[in-house]
């Protein structure tokens, strides 16, 4: 098909420009609802955690998760380094606290807030969480600025009590979820 044959719907802006093309793949992304979870690991002694939105199941045999990681963030090595990681899951209530964890102090400081605690696998737990799924990784793939982890599951803490109430991010906002009645 050429050029001249491709069409583009009335209305709906095409890119092909590179700088544009990364302004406008920004955009859409952020149209994207996505869970927020609380990636924690202990590297030297040393409790190290951050805010995520791109994680997801990749397979329930083995049981295994992705995460994917800004190379550039304060966690990253100590992710790396530990070859371990817990993906707490959050709740609605747990919108400060994922605020928090996306900005400075980095390392252990990040931890004053929350009910924190070491679970069997050894790595940061937040009580409250809808869960909290430790992870060894299995594999990292790098690409651009980011790098997809690929955690293993080990262990599994589920909190049957807390409400489904998951903490959503889109549009540069926290949210929540309500489901569609019929």
């Not at 709740?91 to 070491?118: E, M, S, V």
């Not at 793939?141 to 807390?162: C, D, K, N, R, S």
Request: aromatic share 6%.
């Amino acid at each position: 098909m050429s050029e001249a044959e491709l069409q583009v719907r009335p209305g709906v802006e095409r890119v092909d420009d590179a700088q544009a093309l990364q302004t406008s793949f920004r955009q859409a992304m952020r149209r994207l609802a996505g869970g927020v979870a609380l990636v924690s690991t202990v590297h030297d002694g040393v409790r190290h955690g951050m805010t995520v939105t791109a994680v997801t199941s990749l397979t329930m045999d083995p049981p295994a998760l992705v995460v994917s990681v800004n190379r550039h963030a304060s966690a990253f090595d100590a992710l790396v380094l530990s070859g371990r990681f817990c993906v707490n899951l959050l709740t609605q209530q747990h919108a400060d606290l994922a605020a928090a964890f996306a900005r400075k102090p980095d390392g252990d400081a990040r931890f004053a807030n929350g009910a924190w605690r070491i679970n069997e696998a050894g790595l940061p737990t937040l009580d409250g969480s809808v869960a909290s799924i430790s992870c060894r990784v299995h594999d990292l793939v790098e690409y651009g600025t980011h790098a997809i982890l690929i955690g293993a599951v080990e262990h599994l803490e589920i909190e049957p009590q807390q409400p489904m109430a998951p903490l959503i991010f889109l549009s540069g906002q926290f949210g929540g979820f309500w489901p569609l009645t019929a």
